[in-house]
Antibody, heavy 125, light 107 residues
Framework: EVQLLESGGGLVKPGGSLRLSCAAS????????MSWVRQAPGKGLEWVSG????????YYADSVKGRFTVSRDNSKNTLVLQMRSLRAEDTAIYYC??????????????????WGQGTQVTVSS | DIQMTQSPSSLSASVGDRVTVTCRAS??????LAWFQQKPGEAPKSLIY???SLQSGVPSKFSGSGSGTDFTLTISSLQPEDFATYYC?????????FGQGTKVEIK
């Protein structure tokens, strides 16, 4: 059974940093790209970042580019989102999600299938 | 960035109704369109990818169609567990973008 468990959320002051983790199990983590998607209170879904199965390619939304860094440790089945210079508008539930197809490189297109339950990030003074 | 626009933003329907949600892309996305369902307090659930392919375990009452810029999600016979918010998403180019959501409520 695919399981994705996010952790690391919490309350942080504007300008602060936070490191989110996503522990994956039930599938061959190193074969699948991964994404982070967030949802601000009462709002819709916003894609934040993606990373290829190897970790060699990363993607970011303009709203977080230069402040957030996505990485993965395939030996530990863990996805990480390092967040810096946090702003009030970064307040949201952050979900990690797994790609539908394995080994999808730059010339293929695959959305997410399984999602974690999310971790709450609150940026407030 | 590709903008995704859903209509309607909300709808009221009865159990047993056939429901259709529309999603329009600001430019052609071929068939790289996914649909997600989200219930209050829960994580999103993947329903459909590649416009019309059901994710594993998703019942056949859900179907998707379209190509290019115009897409639809249809629920053939609405059941109590289907009352939720539905989102479309394009994944042909980064940044991936979602529609604003369509809330399906009980009439």
């Amino acid at each position: 059974e695919v399981q994705l468990l996010e952790s690391g959320g919490g309350l942080v002051k504007p300008g602060g940093s936070l490191r989110l983790s996503c522990a994956a199990s039930g599938f061959t983590f190193s074969s699948y790209g991964m994404s982070w998607v967030r949802q601000a209170p009462g709002k819709g879904l916003e894609w934040v970042s993606g990373i290829s199965y190897s970790g060699g390619t990363t993607y970011y939304a303009d709203s977080v580019k230069g402040r957030f860094t996505v990485s993965r440790d395939n030996s530990k089945n863990t996805l990480v989102l390092q967040m810096r210079s946090l702003r009030a508008e970064d307040t949201a539930i952050y979900y990690c999600a797994k790609a539908t197809e394995a080994y999808c490189g730059s010339d293929c297109y695959t959305p997410n299938d399984y999602w974690g339950q999310g971790t709450q990030v609150t940026v407030s003074s | 960035d590709i903008q995704m626009t859903q209509s309607p933003s909300s709808l009221s329907a009865s159990v047993g109704d056939r429901v259709t949600v529309t999603c329009r892309a600001s430019q052609g996305i071929r068939n790289y369109l996914a649909w997600f369902q989200q219930k209050p307090g829960e994580a999103p659930k993947s329903l459909i990818y590649a416009t019309s392919s059901l994710q594993s375990g998703v019942p056949s009452k859900f179907s998707g169609s379209g190509s290019g810029t115009d897409f639809t999600l249809t629920i053939s016979s609405l059941q109590p567990e289907d009352f939720a918010t539905y989102y479309c998403q394009q994944y042909i180019s980064y940044p991936w973008t979602f529609g604003q959501g369509t809330k399906v409520e009980i009439k």
